[in-house]
T-cell receptor, first 111, second 115 residues
């Protein structure tokens, strides 16, 4: 049973426009959510996180929104840049500190 | 430079031949973890450790062992590797913020092939 779902395997967005990556989860015990970015042949790098007590967290061009009632979070990138082309992973953890990742969404930024 | 290192980066081995992948971090992080990445399956947690001598199973622990004798090192041991353990492995470390593992710093990955 997949507890963290990223239903879009890939997404293409025009440079300069907004990229929206979505993530759904099933476990209501998750209380901390993170987004990671991964380039080929490299380890994932942390982007942004959000605690379950918040519904929004912003860091520069990146904003994460959390809708606890819908068990849904999204990552917004504005404006999208060519260097944003990568695979994005959503991750969630509960107090047992086991961390569950989604399968990832490959983002293509088009010129 | 703050980093997580893994060795080896690439390994081809045969079924049943015990191997160890080392992981070391120089950031004094309490939390360390191992993941495997497979096509279409994303990153799956194998084992994690919240501190020295404390290890717990992740989602896919079968066929793997770990140890945490020192804070900086977290080796992954495959006692009897099988072809289904062919994968890309990542080690990660994280400071603990209260009760929660914070952002993780990942190593560069180890590509393992078991023939």
């Amino acid at each position: 049973d997949q507890q963290v779902k990223q239903n879009s395997p890939s997404l293409s967005v025009q440079e300069g426009r907004i990229s929206i990556l979505n993530c759904d989860y099933t476990n209501s015990m998750f209380d901390y959510f993170l987004w990671y970015k991964k380039y080929p042949a490299e380890g994932p790098t942390f982007l942004i996180s959000i605690s379950s007590i918040k519904d929004k967290n912003e860091d520069g061009r990146f904003t994460v929104f959390l809708n606890k009632s819908a068990k849904h979070l999204s990552l917004h990138i504005v404006p999208s840049q060519p260097g944003d082309s990568a695979v994005y992973f959503c991750a969630a953890s509960a107090t047992d500190d086991k961390i569950i990742f989604g399968k990832g969404t490959r983002l293509h930024i088009l010129p | 430079e703050a980093q997580v290192t893994q060795n080896p980066r690439y390994l081809i081995t045969v079924t049943g031949k015990k191997l160890t992948v080392t992981c070391s971090q120089n950031m004094n992080h309490e939390y360390m973890s191992w993941y495997r990445q497979d096509p279409g399956l994303g990153l799956r947690q194998i084992y994690y450790s919240m501190n020295v001598e404390v290890t717990d199973k992740g989602d896919v622990p079968e066929g793997y062992k770990v140890s945490r004798k020192e804070k900086r090192n977290f080796p992954l041991i495959l006692e009897s590797p099988s072809p289904n353990q062919t994968s890309l492995y990542f080690c990660a470390s994280s400071p603990m913020t209260g009760l929660v593992a914070d952002e993780q710093f990942f190593g560069p990955g180890t590509r393992l092939t078991v023939l």
